[in-house]
């Protein structure tokens, strides 16, 4: 953990909101990748940026700093974003009037049949990741969408490189399995 | 007697003015399509849907299953088997001079698949649509008559 | 180390997370051209990667974070409730308010605004049923649901997606 990061938290333990929009800035992109790599859902993921960093700060005297900051605060975004998607399946409401929306002489790719059979390949791969044990789930985010090395994945789980490479191996394994249509496609490109 | 005329010309006015209600009743058109990018045909009987199908997905065929003008009156269910073991129950839980609640449910072995409750308006349309049906899939179209 | 499929399939991962040591590296990039099983194996490997991560991608390059802040400063803030003598304190601020010359003026502005704004406020037309929703509400414990709306159109599309797996209703 560098200086600046040390002081920005020591400022967060004692109530201050401007250390804690620093680090809002320098990490919300991450958590928001984090989060919709598990939730899959735009309003749900931009709700779990919200949660998880009102959480960090009333939590942030929890942190001791035995391990770098991003770790503590990626595992707060996993934990927070795997809670959420617990919920029941979602019902997205679309307007074909308003403006931005679907009109009739739209190309393909804002049909609402195209769009919902984007919106099914999303919900297969969402329904395919939520099949998964937790920290298989949690190895594959941080893996694949946050391109964490083995080492940083171990830190951040409180595990050995080892159990990161079985969970990896694993969990993709029964991805491909759920996914077989979906990965045939695209070994072909 | 003379006193209770006035009386008796009062209740009888109020009855014809205010007859009894006979049940409200709604006729609901509801009509069971496949859509498939299979051949290029649009069934005819579809005709007054063409336009809105023909923009709202990009299907190139549309082949009627089922036509059923259903007489719905208040809280009554009725059920349309649909396709694959499915059917639908549609209950109008609401009449107005220009609009109608219609409760949708799609059930499967006694259970619900899905459970619905829509607003229809005179010349609205609601398409609920998407499960799989052979090369397509089943669109059902439901509107009312006023 | 033997160049064998089998122990090259074992360093297929670790090449493909880009966690492999020069000499484990040098060895699959030696074998994937004449292996077409460890080939296609790695292409599943990306086809999987690509599944999980293009959709995150493209959701992040579009996103904006509307008030994300903002609402994250008012939640600590409401978390945090301060006396209702400081609340009245820090909203009067007594001491410009206190002056005739500030708040005469302010009180009769306030008093011409409320006697604008009422008839807004209270003799609104409530909305016609038209600009509601036609949906009311809609539930499904097996389906993934969208609902389109058109008013131009007069059209309500409600569209369900089947999970991967065969229905199993919830009763």
Excluded at chain 1, 50 to 74: D, H, M, P, W
Excluded at chain 3, 12 to 37: G, I, K, M, N, W
Excluded at chain 3, 142 to 161: G, P, R
Aim: charged share 30%.
């Amino acid at each position: 953990m560098n200086d600046r990061e040390a002081e920005l938290i020591s400022r967060c333990r004692q109530g201050d909101q401007d250390a804690l929009k620093e680090i809002f800035d320098q990490y919300h992109k991450k958590v928001y990748r984090i989060a919709y790599g598990v939730v899959r859902h735009r309003e749900d993921a931009l709700d779990v940026v919200q949660e998880v960093f009102i959480k960090l700060f009333r939590s942030i005297k929890n942190f001791k700093g035995k391990s770098a900051f991003y770790t503590y605060l990626y595992r707060l975004a996993m934990n927070t974003a795997i809670d959420h998607s617990r919920k029941k399946k979602k019902t997205a409401f679309l307007s074909l009037d308003q403006e931005g929306g679907f009109q009739p002489s739209d190309g393909y790719e804002k049909r609402p049949d195209h769009i919902a059979a984007q919106k099914e390949l999303e919900g297969k791969v969402r329904w395919a990741i939520d099949q998964l044990p937790q920290d298989q789930k949690a190895t594959l985010i941080y893996r694949e969408i946050e391109e964490l090395s083995y080492q940083e994945i171990a830190g951040a789980m409180g595990c050995s490189v080892g159990t990161v490479m079985s969970r990896l191996h694993y969990g993709r394994k029964k991805l491909q399995d759920l996914l077989k249509d979906m990965v045939k496609g695209r070994e072909g490109e | 007697m003379k006193k209770r005329t006035p009386l008796l010309i009062l209740v009888l006015t109020l009855f014809f003015a205010f007859p009894p209600m006979a049940p409200a009743q709604v006729q609901t058109r509801l009509r069971v399509i496949e859509a498939s990018n299979v051949g290029g045909v649009i069934d005819p009987s579809l005709k007054d849907l063409h336009g809105q199908l023909g923009s709202l997905f990009r299907y190139t065929s549309y082949r009627l299953l089922r036509d059923e003008r259903l007489n719905l009156s208040s809280n009554q269910p009725a059920s349309v088997p649909i396709h694959e073991g499915r059917s639908i129950e549609i209950t109008q839980v609401g009449l107005q001079a220009n609009r109608v609640e219609l409760r949708v449910r799609i059930r499967r072995d006694g259970a619900d698949l899905l459970n619905t409750q829509v607003r229809l308006s005179p010349g609205r349309t609601v398409l609920i649509g998407g499960p799989k049906h052979g090369e397509g899939v089943v669109i059902l179209a439901l509107s009312a008559n006023f | 180390m033997k160049d064998s499929c089998s122990s090259i399939s074992q360093l297929l991962e670790r090449y493909f997370d880009r966690q492999a040591t020069d000499e484990e590296r040098s060895l699959v990039e030696r074998h994937l051209p004449v292996c077409q099983t460890c080939h296609k194996r790695l292409r599943a490997l990306e086809g999987l990667r690509k599944a999980i991560k293009t959709p995150v991608d493209e959701a992040l390059k579009e996103e904006t974070f509307p008030w994300v802040w903002e609402k994250i400063e008012r939640e600590i803030r409401l978390g945090k409730k301060p006396s209702w003598q400081e609340s009245v304190r820090s909203w009067l601020d007594l001491s410009p308010i206190s002056r005739k010359k500030v708040w005469i003026p302010a009180v009769v502005t306030g008093i011409i605004l409320i006697l604008v704004a009422s008839p807004l406020l209270f003799f609104k037309k409530p909305p016609s049923y038209l600009e509601r929703s036609v949906v009311e509400y809609v539930e499904s414990g097996v389906y993934n649901v969208m609902v389109y709306e058109s008013e131009k159109a007069k059209v309500t599309v409600i569209w369900l997606f089947e999970g991967p797996q065969n229905e199993s209703p919830a009763s």
